[in-house]
């Protein structure tokens, strides 16, 4: 049970005071208590044992907010290194395998008859009999990279089995195991600590500095309409209080950078529950319990998706969107927007707690001010502008260039039009721009554009470019109906239509020592594509189609000599085809003893 007790600080005095005292107060928490107390009864305590064989070290906890998505589990470290056993955290059967070079790479999930999945990814490889199932799957298909979903009698696991050695595959930072608890019927996502696993955590949370941004026409927040920053100070008693006040005309919110750590030493990780408090009302509320694999993308919304995206600094934001529905945050309570009255020194709190209840409270005063923006007082959109709204669709069409936003593509209201100019040398067709990719996106969005001059025999090479928030160009396959180019995006801002005709670039990393390969060796191959990116890619040697294993953050191809390769004189041959049909191919004849 978290614990309830916390301190106020009282700017009229400057004293700190219980507030324990104020009995509504008190309420709230011992709701938060109850809600948390109800939630735990429902998931079993002791059913799933750690999945491995060290104490628990987290480097990164549940619902955390990354780079487009929220973090799915719990991070367990690994000591730095690869190769540690991973166990069944309890009875069931292998029900999903994957093997990729992105995401959770070579990744397990696990069955439970009690109806949830455990997950664990990141694995450097799999043990038996998960690895000769795996293995057989490859050739039969001829696919290095596999999603394969297993049925109950397949494989089997009891629980503390060896399934798999740690590893560092797909999109993982360093070696460590990703894991986490679902709900299989639904995919939802639920907080691993619910289980009962054994974390030592004695550390609060740490307030490093907030922001007052101003909302909506004319708003200004220190006379200025950007975001200002506070600095957070701890006094000697742990409690965290901004370095400035802030005068606001008209409407705002906040923004917090705040971490946890589960002791000292360790990497930080996100916070379980944020809470912004006015006097008795509770404003905003985050709490990291469970969500479903299709609100992920909510973590755009909840974080300042700008200072991530760009500078990697993580704001919590303490406002909900209109088209923010994820259910970690608290739909009963305002949805943040503070708006201080003018002439009076308004005191807010935010509280931010770990899942072992340890808290860390900050405090931070707003002035309410009544010089908002001259003439800037209406959110309607200008002549030619149309109005995206977060939960409705909207149809633009502009010279040969169409887009269709289903509901609930954007969070927030945007006042937008189509606008054009001449693409660049090599495109196919004008730029159009609408919007910016600074505007998280939901979810994919059709784009079309209308080309009538493609000759027939480069069709299949046409792809739309957009541009990232990074300024990074993004190609967008697509189809053909009739004259129109039919394709998806998942960023606003500028579109072409450009060729792709460009094979991806191969070479081998270091040289043969000799023309003879022994079976079980290595070889190593670097491999891009400028444009609709890799796609495919095979081994042979001579007719033998050998496993390759491909890992998209070092851009490297392993393909280790099979041992049912065929002996003698061979031609080794990596053929590696991007998105739309480009092939490269690098032969080495060699000698196999
Ligand atoms: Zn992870």
């Not at 579109?495 to 991806?504: Q, R």
Request: net charge positive.
């Amino acid at each position: 049970m978290p614990k309830v007790l916390f301190r106020f600080f009282d700017g009229e005095n400057r004293t700190y005071k219980h507030r324990l005292r104020h009995v509504p107060f008190v309420f709230v928490l011992s709701l938060i208590a109850l809600s948390q107390s109800v939630a735990q009864s429902r998931f079993p305590r002791d059913y799933f044992t750690s999945p491995i064989d060290t104490p628990l070290k987290l480097s990164g906890g549940f619902a955390e907010l990354r780079n487009n998505h929220l973090h799915g589990g719990l991070d367990f470290r690994t000591g730095g290194e690869e190769g540690r056993p991973i166990y069944a955290a309890a009875d069931g059967y292998v029900g999903r395998i994957r093997v990729s070079g992105h995401g959770y790479g070579n990744c397990l999930y696990i069955n439970h008859p009690i109806g949830y999945t455990t997950v664990y990814g990141h694995l450097l490889s799999f043990e038996e009999p998960i690895r000769s199932w795996v293995n057989r799957r490859h050739h039969e298909l001829q696919e290095n990279e596999l999603d394969l979903w297993l049925k109950e009698d397949d494989i089997p696991v009891r629980k503390d089995q060896l399934l798999a050695l740690s590893g560092n595959t797909g999109a993982s930072g360093g070696p460590h195991l990703h894991f986490e608890i679902r709900h299989t019927e639904t995919e939802e996502l639920i907080n691993p600590h619910w289980f009962g696993l054994q974390v030592a955590d004695h550390v609060r949370p740490t307030f490093d500095c907030m922001e007052v941004v101003p909302l909506g026409p004319g708003s200004l927040v220190g006379g200025k309409p950007s975001p200002l920053r506070l600095q957070f100070l701890q006094d000697s008693t742990g409690f965290w209080r901004a370095n400035k006040e802030a005068k606001v005309a008209g409407a705002c919110y906040v923004q917090v950078k705040v971490w946890d750590k589960h002791t000292e030493n360790e990497l930080r990780q996100g916070i379980y529950q944020l809470l912004l408090i006015q006097g008795l009302d509770t404003l905003y509320a985050f709490k990291a319990d469970r969500y479903a694999h299709s609100e992920t993308r909510y973590a755009n919304s909840v974080m300042d998706y700008e200072a991530k995206m760009l500078n990697n600094e993580t704001f919590y934001r303490m406002f909900r969107s209109p088209g923010n529905h994820l259910r970690l945050l608290n739909t009963e309570l305002s949805n943040g927007i503070l708006y201080p009255k003018v002439g009076v020194k308004t005191q807010y709190q935010i509280i931010a707690t770990d899942f072992y209840g340890n808290q860390s409270e900050g405090s931070f005063f707003l002035t309410g001010s009544q010089n908002l923006t001259p003439g800037l007082k209406s959110a309607a959109p200008h002549r030619f502008e149309s109005q995206i709204l977060p939960d409705r669709a909207l149809n633009l069409e502009q010279d040969n260039f169409r887009i269709h936003l289903p509901p609930g593509t954007i969070y927030d209201t945007l006042n937008t039009r189509i606008s054009i100019r001449a693409g660049p040398a090599s495109s196919l067709s004008s730029e159009y721009r609408i919007g910016s990719p600074r505007i998280p996106v939901h979810h994919y969005f059709p784009v079309s554009f209308r080309a009538q001059h493609v000759p027939k025999s480069l069709k299949n090479k046409v792809v739309a470019i957009g541009t990232n928030i990074k300024g990074v160009q993004v190609a967008h396959m697509g189809t053909w109906k009739g004259e129109w180019f039919e394709t998806k995006a998942r960023q606003l801002g500028s579109f072409y239509l450009a060729l792709d005709t460009i094979a991806p670039h191969i070479s081998m990393q270091g040289k043969l020592k000799s023309d003879t390969l022994q079976i079980g060796s290595s070889l190593f191959f670097t491999c891009s594509d400028a444009r609709s990116g890799i796609k495919n890619f095979h081994f042979y040697v001579g007719e033998f189609w050998n496993k390759l294993i491909w890992d998209a953050k070092s851009t490297t191809l392993t393909a280790r000599i099979d041992e049912n390769a065929p002996r003698g004189n061979q031609m080794l041959c990596l053929l590696v085809i991007d998105a739309v049909g480009n092939e490269a191919n690098l032969k080495i004849p060699v000698f196999i003893p």
